[in-house]
């Protein structure tokens, strides 16, 4: 029986400027040459790095750059560490430096504050790609914490200067913030995160009231992903995390339903688009 689902993309998802930009940097080098190697995943979405292999684009490792001479290399919009530059000028490797402007920004002020020697602490997740690049900012010197509750707050300096990986929770930068001062810390707060990606959380949250149901379409290495799912979720019981069209499943909805589709920055619009010709097809 036909579901006849009422689907509608969210206008707000898809690719934050960061990744457009880097896409298109790989687009355009892919189209005139048909080879360019990437250091990392070019965005946290399969299927898309999987689109751009396709083309041929070869994703590669630290320890393989190590050992690559003579090529163009692909520098994602997350950054990278100095260390990555060494290797190039090194290696006779050209960069193509995609990195995000926005990220650049981030780890020029953290490598200003290091030069203060000022006690250096990161919001941001333990071996992301971009936090390696801030920490590399540091001499590996700065301390990367996820959540509060992993810093011992009495043995913290009684000055510390705080900043925030890109795609993190603003409210929960300004929470860590008010917690360490309430415990008599004197923070420098570095407000640091995008407001491309943090608006999001605001929209998403309109967005999924406005549907019986929410398919959320993101990559299972995204961050990003991660939290925004939980923002939808928690405005709509009834959201689904999906990272292809075949993880759809016919017992979500009801007949005549209405279908909200949405997902991460490092979702691509063409499979959101995918998404929805799969439900409509239901």
């Not at 705080?162 to 913030?177: A, G, M």
């Not at 016919?250 to 063409?270: D, E, I, N």
Request: with cysteine; proline share 3%; net charge negative.
């Amino acid at each position: 029986m036909a579901l006849n689902l009422n689907v509608t993309i969210d206008d707000n998802s898809g690719f934050c400027f960061g990744v457009v930009y880097a896409i298109e940097m790989a687009e355009d080098i892919l189209n005139e040459e048909h080879n360019l190697y990437c250091l990392g995943d070019i965005v946290h979405n399969d299927e898309e790095v999987l689109r751009l292999e396709q083309k041929g684009l070869k994703i590669i490792t630290h320890s393989e750059l190590e050992s690559l001479k003579d090529s163009k290399v692909l520098i994602r919009a997350h950054g990278e560490p100095p260390s990555t530059y060494e290797t190039a000028l090194r290696n006779n490797l050209e960069l193509i430096d995609a990195s995000c402007p926005v990220v650049l920004k981030l780890q020029n002020r953290i490598k200003n504050s290091f030069d203060k020697k000022e006690k250096i602490y990161i919001f941001g997740k333990h071996g992301h790609a971009e936090v390696i690049g801030l920490l590399g900012q540091t001499n590996q010197e700065a301390v990367v914490f996820q959540d509060i509750d992993e810093l011992n707050i009495p043995e913290l300096p009684r000055s510390i200067t705080l900043y925030s990986q890109t795609t993190k929770s603003t409210d929960k930068f300004y929470k860590i913030k008010h917690t360490l001062e309430n415990s008599g810390i004197a923070v420098n707060a570095n407000d640091t995160i995008c407001r491309q990606v943090s608006n999001r959380d605001i929209e998403l949250r309109e967005f999924a009231h406005k549907f019986d149901t929410i398919i959320f379409v993101a990559g299972t290495k995204s961050s990003n992903g991660k939290v925004l799912y939980n923002v939808c979720l928690q405005n709509n019981p009834n959201t689904h995390f999906i990272s292809r069209p075949d993880e759809i499943e016919y017992q979500w909805f009801k007949v005549g339903s209405s279908v909200g589709v949405c997902g991460a920055t490092s979702t691509p619009m063409w499979l959101m688009e995918q998404v929805r010709d799969r439900l409509i097809a239901l």
